[in-house]
């Protein structure tokens, strides 16, 4: 017989609004379902918790509404919206788009021929690529300050905007309360072991409030950690003296923080009292032995109540953020957490306007406490944006995606598809680069492959930033100069991109790049040479507004490309399973040494606290842009192999029709689209949410030897996803090749379609 569980709502001391605790007959805890979990109210009215209580209990005696498919259902019986959220709302993330609730709230322009044209932004943090979106919508570093940028990572999320409009609006939106639980509970359980280890109160504090990957920054929110006996720093070779009264001085944490500290340390030393009670001390285990002790003793404090309490004082402390900020509006869900804000305001209310909309994107000390940046999945605003160069009258209608910095991931071998997801969505993907590095980066070789194997590399351009930068006795003219800068460009192709993607590939994007690359320096004008008068200043100020005001004109011919001829290419689907063979090889080669089962020059293994937070984002459905990401894999080196495989067709139809090599490759590079936009459902689907039960038994195992069981059980299950095919008689291998096959037919249906309404007379 099914158990039924019971829910009880509380709250904790010195805590303002109630949570919900039972366990989920949906979530496996170890090898049984059942676990626990705790949710916010968002209320601290008894009686409505109390109600709440009532009916999430009868939720769970309703097993016939125990499904993922089943939360319509439960809102037609009658089930309050904010019980259904919490049963249901983090079992499918997949249901919840933070870009189609901005799409809903301030709509795009119109993408297609006539409209505003529309640019992907993609760069390495501090190549200049946020100060080069600046001089583009004409705002000003010292007034507007938007968007922030930094030599760390400042854009954590999208940023949308849209120029041309009269007034100004924006949309903005937010982590879900789960999703923002999530982030909370991972962060206090890192500082937690941190705690176990008997770590230096800083570096618990900073596990906590200062994110590895710099997208989660808890300190923006909360406010930062000094050490109340660190000394006033010492001046140093490249910084100075300390200004006087600075924050970098200050040594008094804020209360709530102290708070946080003190249940840390608390919570850890219970902890690991309890499991060195059975394992013995943790100084005198090594090894595979230690590991376990420090995964039971992490497993055991985020158990505790303690930890669920303070877990639950974190976000009760970051909705009081949410509540200082006194313009525009908030939409909130069923539970009362803001989902966006939203504020529109006239054009000579720019000031304020760009004032509200800095707290979701800034980053500066001053301001730590009070941001609710690490919050925010997506910024859009509208207005009359226009530089300088950009005459009154003259229509400037654009609109820049800007995305986070490309190499504050850990070294991956992929692009993630959060942002090849929006190569579809663009005319144009404008990469920037420092001309300084020769691009020697590893995000500019994922990007590079990425766009030529997902077929886009009619809308790839270049800007090559930092050419004040390049210097040298061999290099004293302009030309020399460009010519050195794009020398790395060219190698990059003709090395990464031919041996990843394919030589047909490289050959394109080289010849491409020779008339979309753009070069130029001194972007951040604080950076001018310390010689210049203001006649210099001023006569650099119009040789950049001519060469950027070249780059938008390039960007408006090229989001209005010429149509593609009526032909469809024919293949032979024989070796199309060779291709999937290569794949799937390539992939298990990666996941092989990512495991530590393979040595690959280039590829470090991951630390088991590394395989276990990727393990359970799998099992919770929980996707963060976390360093480790199969998904990705699979999606790259799938694109890839599909690449060659449609560069060379059988024949061509119609037969009689005759078409040039560019009009053959660009219908190519269509096809290619339409097989991208595929690979990242199939990829989700193969390695997330088939196998998702499999997952969640990766993540839960615990016990002596468990670290080594979760990277066996996670191996196991890449080896079943993506099996490498060796006969006609392996099934398992059989579908694999057959769903490759039917997306390929699927996109050659589309590009039929697509050919025959190009068709004159159709």
Known sequence: MTQIYTATAKRNP???????????????????????????????????????????NALLVRQDLHSVGSRADALREGFEPAIVEIFYGDLDPSVNSHRALRDRLLPLPAMGPG????????????????????????????RDRFPATSTNRTTTCEIEIVTGSADYSAAVTFLSRHQVQQEVTESLSNAVLKAIESAADEIVMKDLLDDTDQRFRLKYVLGGWTQPTAKAPASSSFGGAPKRGSPAAASENPPFLKEVFASIRAIAANARNEVEAILGKLEDLKDEERNYALDEMQ???????????????????????????????????????????TWAVQSSERDNFLRAVRWFCANNREEWGALLTPLVTGIRVAGPFRPDWIAQGEQYDHVFVDTQGLDHEKPTTELSSEVTSIFGQVQNILFVESGKDSLKSQ??????????GAGYTSSLTVVLTHMDLVVGDDIPTDDDRKDKAFS??????????????????????AAHLGSSTFYLGYLDNKKYPEGWDDDDRAGFEESLGRDLRQLTEHLVQRANPQFLQPGVPQYSFESLGLAVREASVAFQEVWGARLGYKRIEGISSAPWQSIKAMSRRHAEGWFDGYWLRPIDTLISLTRNVLSRFLEVPLLWL?????????????????????V?????????????????????????????GSTSVRKQRVHELLLTQVPIPQSI????????????KQVVQRALTELQKEANNASPGT
């Open 488 to 509: 790395g460009l060219r190698s990059l192709v003709s090395n990464e991109v031919s041996q990843n993607v394919s030589r047909d590939a490289a050959r394109q994007m």
């Open 115 to 142: 409209h505003a044209a529309r640019t992907l932004i993609l760069g390495n943090s501090g190549v200049g690529k946020t100060t080069l979106l600046r001089r583009l919508i004409g705002s000003d570093a010292a």
């Open 299 to 341: 497993r055991a404090g985020e158990g505790s109540e303690q930890f669920q309490d303070t877990v639950n004082g974190v976000i009760e402390a970051i909705e009081e953020r949410f509540k200082r900020l006194q313009e525009g509006k908030f939409n909130k869900s069923s539970t009362g957490w803001p989902e966006a804000w």
């Open 443 to 452: 995000s500019a070789r994922k990007v590079m492959e990425a766009i030529a």
């Open 729 to 740: 008689s392996d099934r398992l291998a059989q579908a694999w090749v057959d769903e490759i």
């Open 14 to 56: 010195g805590r303002k609004g109630y949570v919900i605790t039972f366990r989920h007959p949906l979530k496996m805890e170890g090898n049984k379902p059942g676990k626990k979990v705790f949710k916010g109210l968002g209320t601290d009215d008894e009686a409505t918790a109390k109600h709440l209580e009532a009916r999430m």
């Open 654 to 674: 119609p037969e009689h029709k005759k078409m040039t090599a560019d009009e053959k490759a660009a219908i190519i590079d269509r096809l290619k689209q339409l």
């Open 676 to 704: 991208n936009d595929e690979l990242t459902e199939m990829s989700k689907a193969r390695l997330w949410k088939q196998p998702q039960t499999r997952w969640q038994g990766a993540y839960e195992p615990s016990g002596t």
